[in-house]
C-alpha cells in the first residue's frame, strides 16, 4: 500500500526528465495552487477541525507562503503525509513545500537532496505516562514499553537516552501519529515519546486528558521547519523570507488587524516590510505587497502561535524558545532592508 | 510450424515467417530494453541533480533505533542498517511460515468439513468461508490486533499458567530455554531419531506392499522421536534449564515473548487465507470421481482410510496449483502488517529505515527483491511437490 505508494512517485521521478529545470516559484504561479505537505493530524500544527477544515501553525505557514506567492492563502492543496512519506514526496516534486513538523538534522539536509528553510517551533522530545504508574522522571523508565512513529528522529533520541542512562526499553513502531496514541490507549505501552509540542496534543486525544503525564525531561532538541527541495535558491529565498516577515512584523508589532493602518507608517523598517519603499518583494520575484498579504491575510507569527498551540488553543503552550529573541526566546528574523 | 507446407517464397530471407516472428521479437526485446535504459538513466540523472546520495554504503551504518522483535542479535545503539534488514527479512520470514502452517491446517480441516454429511459442520464450514474471505485483510488484521489488545490485561494483572507461561498485552511470554553444554547430545540423538524413522517408514512401506501386513509406523515413529532426546536428556545430566518471565518494574523481564502484533497477523492471515485453502480443497475433493469412492466403499473400506488414501492424493493433484497461489498470496499479504506495527520487511525497511536515509530507490529495490525471492523460492517448491504428485505414466 505505503510501498506501491512510494513506488509510484518514483516512476513518477524517473519518467519525467530535467524536472529540476523548471523553477518551483513559475510552476506553483502556472498551477495557481500551492501543494503543502502536512502532517496526518497532529493537533496545533496540522490537522483537520470537525468541519473537515486544515488548522495548524503549520498550515498557517502553507498559507503565508500562498499568501507571498498567490496573493491567496486559500490557493493551498494540503497533502497529507506519514513521516516516512513526507521526504520522498517532496523529493519528487509530488509537494512544493513540506511543513511537517519535521526536525532539522545534518544527514536530512546534506543527503536528501533536500534544505531546511528556518526553524517555525523549536521543541524537544519528551515522554507521556499513565498517571497509575506513579512516575515522576523519565530516568524511572528502565525496562519500559514505547510507542513511537516509525521514520522519526525520536526514535534515534530515545536509543541515545538509554544508552547514556544504563536504561533498557523495548519500542512498538507504528506508522502515524493516530495509531501510535492509539496503541498507548490501548495499553499495549508505557509510554509515548514525542516532541513536546505533540505530546501536550496527544493527551487532549485520550478519553480522560487527567489519567496521563508529560514527564519534565526534555531529551533532545528539536528544531522543526519548513523543508524544499534543493538547487532551487529562488524558492529557498521565498520560503525562508516568508517565515522571516511573520517575524519581523510581530518585531515591529504590525498585526492582522493593525496592517492596514500601519501602510501609512513613517517607521522605515514597517515600510521596507510591507513594501512601501525597498524592493524585498521585486528581488524575491514576488509582488511588492507580498508580506502585506501574509500579514493580512494569516498574521504574524505571535498570532499564528497563539491560535495554534500558545494561549488561544485548547494545547496552551508557552512561547519559551519560540518568544521573540527581545523577550527571551530564540525567534529572530534577519533584516529585511 | 511447417514451412513446407507454405507456397515457395520468392525472394528469400524477409519473406520467410520463421525469421520475420525472430526479427520482430529482436525489435520488441530491443524497445523494452531501451524504454528501461531511458528510464534508469532519466531517473539517476535526476538523483544526482537534485543531490541525492545514492549507492548501498549506507548499510554499513549504525542504524540506532529500537526495535520490537529481533530474531538474531540486535543492539540498538551498535547494530547497522543491515543487520535491520535482516531482522525484517526474518520477520517477514517468520510470519509467513507460521501463518501458512496453520492457513494449510485450518483451510484442509475447513475443506474436507464443508463436504461433511454432518449438517452442522458443512453449514458451517460454510458461514465460515463465505464470511472471512468476504472481508478485507487489512480489515482482518486491525481488528484481531485491537481484539487482542483489548481482550488482554495490563503485565501485572497478567493471566498465568503455573507462574511460567503469562498472556498480557505485551505479548505471551513463555520461559526461555537455556543450553548448556552437553546439549548438542540431544540435537543429536533428535536428528538419529528423525533418520530412524525415515528409514523405518521405508521399510514398513515395503513390506505392506510385499505382504499386505500393516505396521504401527505412526505410534513407534513418535514413541521413537520423544523418547530417543528425552533418554539423552537424562544421561547427559539435564543440560538444558529454561529461563522464567517473571515481574520486574513495570514489564516481565526473561524468557520469550510473542509479541501481540505477532499473534494478530498470524491469526488474520491464517484465517484469511484458510477460507481459499478450503475452496481449492473442496475443488480437489469434488474433482475426485464418486467411482473411486464407491469402489473403495464396496471394498469395504472405513470412511477415514477412503479419505486419505483413495480420495486424497487424487485430490491433491488439483489442489496444489491454487494453493501454491495462496501462499503466495499470504507471503505478499504480510506486509500490511505496517498497519499494526509489526517489524517486518515493510515496516522496518522501507518504512523506518527510508525515512533515516532518504534513499528510496535503493531500499525500495531491495524490498522489492526480497518478495520476488520469497515468491520464486515457494513457486519452485511447490512445482516440484507438484511435478512429484502428478500421475506417473507407469
Not at chain 1, 524536472?19 to 497532529?42: E, F, H, P, Y
Not at chain 2, 493471566?159 to 540431544?186: C, K, Q, T, W
Not at chain 2, 505392506?208 to 514413541?223: C, R, T, Y
Request: proline fraction near 4%; charge should be neutral; hydrophobic fraction near 45%.
Amino acid at each position: 500500500m505505503k510501498l506501491t505508494k512510494i513506488a509510484l512517485m518514483l516512476g513518477i521521478a524517473s519518467l519525467l526528465p530535467n524536472l529540476a529545470s523548471a523553477s518551483t516559484l513559475d510552476q506553483v504561479v502556472k498551477k495557481g495552487v500551492l501543494n503543502c505537505g502536512v502532517s496526518t493530524g497532529i493537533p496545533g500544527f496540522s490537522a483537520t477541525d470537525s468541519k473537515g477544515v486544515w488548522k495548524g501553525i503549520d498550515v498557517d505557514f502553507c498559507q503565508s507562503v500562498a499568501a507571498a506567492v498567490l496573493g491567496d492563502p486559500a490557493k493551498v492543496k494540503y497533502i497529507p503525509l506519514t513521516a516516512k512519506e513526507r521526504f520522498t514526496a517532496l523529493q519528487s516534486g509530488e509537494i512544493d513545500l513540506l511543513a511537517r513538523s519535521s526536525t532539522w538534522t545534518a544527514t536530512r539536509d546534506t543527503s536528501l537532496g533536500l534544505n531546511f528553510a528556518g526553524v517555525n517551533y523549536y521543541d524537544g522530545q519528551g515522554f507521556l505516562v499513565n498517571k497509575e504508574l506513579g512516575i515522576s522522571s523519565a530516568k524511572e523508565l528502565d525496562g519500559a514499553t514505547f510507542c513511537i512513529q516509525a521514520g522519526t528522529t525520536t526514535e534515534l533520541n530515545l536509543t541515545d537516552y538509554f544508552k547514556a542512562n544504563k536504561m533498557a526499553y523495548k519500542a512498538v513502531t507504528y506508522d502515524t501519529s493516530g495509531q501510535t496514541i492509539d496503541g498507548f490507549k490501548k495499553g499495549r505501552c508505557d509510554a509515548v515519546t514525542s516532541d513536546a509540542s505533540q505530546l501536550y496534543g496527544l493527551k487532549l486525544k485520550m478519553n480522560k486528558p487527567n489519567s496521563v503525564v508529560v514527564l519534565p525531561e526534555i531529551i533532545s532538541k528539536e528544531p522543526l521547519g519548513p523543508v524544499v527541495r534543493q538547487g532551487d535558491d529562488q524558492w529557498f529565498n521565498i520560503v525562508r523570507w516568508t517565515m522571516f516577515a511573520t517575524l519581523e512584523a510581530e518585531e515591529l508589532g504590525v498585526s492582522s488587524a493593525n496592517v492596514d493602518a500601519q501602510l501609512k507608517s513613517q517607521n522605515p523598517g514597517i515600510k521596507r516590510l510591507l513594501g512601501t519603499s525597498g524592493k524585498a518583494g521585486e528581488n524575491l520575484g514576488l509582488s511588492s505587497d507580498w508580506a502585506y498579504n501574509i500579514i493580512k491575510k494569516v498574521g504574524n507569527y505571535g498570532e499564528m502561535f497563539d491560535r495554534n498551540v500558545g494561549k488561544g488553543s485548547p494545547l496552551n503552550i508557552e512561547r519559551g524558545l519560540n518568544n521573540l529573541w527581545n523577550q527571551g526566546g530564540l525567534m529572530y528574523s534577519m533584516p529585511i532592508r | 510450424m511447417n514451412s513446407s507446407q507454405l507456397p515457395p517464397s520468392a525472394n528469400g530471407f524477409l519473406n520467410n515467417p520463421q525469421n520475420r516472428a525472430v526479427i520482430f521479437q529482436v525489435l520488441a526485446l530491443m524497445f523494452v530494453v531501451f524504454l528501461a535504459y531511458y528510464f534508469a538513466s532519466n531517473m539517476f540523472d535526476n538523483v544526482e541533480k537534485r543531490g541525492i546520495t545514492t549507492g548501498f554504503s549506507f548499510l554499513d551504518d549504525v542504524a540506532g533505533f529500537g526495535i520490537s522483535q529481533t530474531l538474531i542479535e540486535y543492539d540498538d545503539a551498535g547494530s547497522t542498517y543491515y543487520d535491520v534488514f535482516i531482522v525484517g527479512l526474518l520477520n517477514t520470514l517468520l510470519v509467513s511460515v507460521i501463518g501458512i502452517f496453520f492457513a494449510s491446517v485450518l483451510g484442509l480441516l475447513i475443506g474436507v468439513g464443508r463436504l461433511s454429511s454432518n449438517y452442522l459442520i458443512s453449514r458451517l464450514s460454510l458461514v465460515y468461508i463465505e464470511t472471512f474471505r468476504n472481508i478485507p485483510i487489512l480489515l482482518q488484521i486491525l481488528f484481531w490486533y485491537n481484539v487482542v489488545l483489548a481482550a488482554l490485561p495490563s503485565p501485572r494483572k497478567s493471566f498465568s499458567y503455573l507462574d511460567s507461561v503469562f498472556l498480557n498485552n505485551r505479548g505471551l511470554l513463555l520461559p526461555e530455554p537455556i543450553f548448556e553444554s552437553g546439549s548438542s547430545a540431544i540435537l543429536i540423538a533428535l536428528i538419529l531419531a528423525v533418520t530412524g524413522v525415515c528409514f523405518l517408514a521405508r521399510w514398513s512401506k515395503k513390506r505392506h506392499d510385499l505382504s499386505g501386513e500393516e505396521f504401527p509406523l505412526i505410534k513407534v515413529s513418535i514413541a521413537i522421536i520423544v523418547l530417543a532426546p528425552v533418554v539423552v536428556y537424562f544421561i547427559s545430566g539435564q543440560p538444558i534449564s529454561a529461563e522464567y518471565p517473571h515481574l520486574k518494574g513495570f514489564n516481565f523481564k526473561g524468557g520469550l515473548t510473542i509479541i501481540p502484533e505477532l499473534l494478530a497477523l498470524v491469526f488474520a492471515l491464517s484465517i484469511y487465507t484458510a477460507t481459499y485453502i478450503a475452496e481449492a480443497v473442496r475443488a480437489g475433493i469434488e474433482a475426485v470421481p464418486n467411482g473411486q469412492k464407491e469402489a473403495a466403499k464396496s471394498l469395504g473400506l472405513k470412511d477415514h482410510i477412503i479419505l486419505t488414501k483413495v480420495v486424497l492424493p487424487q485430490a491433491l493433484r488439483v489442489i496444489i496449483p491454487p494453493v501454491i497461489n495462496q501462499y503466495l498470496n499470504l507471503v505478499k499479504n504480510s506486509s500490511l502488517a505496517t498497519a499494526i506495527g509489526y517489524p517486518e520487511i515493510v515496516t522496518l525497511f522501507s518504512g523506518t529505515t527510508l525515512n533515516q536515509v532518504g534513499q528510496a530507490i535503493e531500499i525500495i529495490l531491495m524490498t522489492m527483491a526480497v518478495y520476488l525471492t520469497f515468491s520464486i523460492v515457494i513457486s519452485l517448491m511447490l512445482n516440484w511437490v507438484n511435478a512429484k504428485m502428478a500421475i506417473k505414466g507407469r
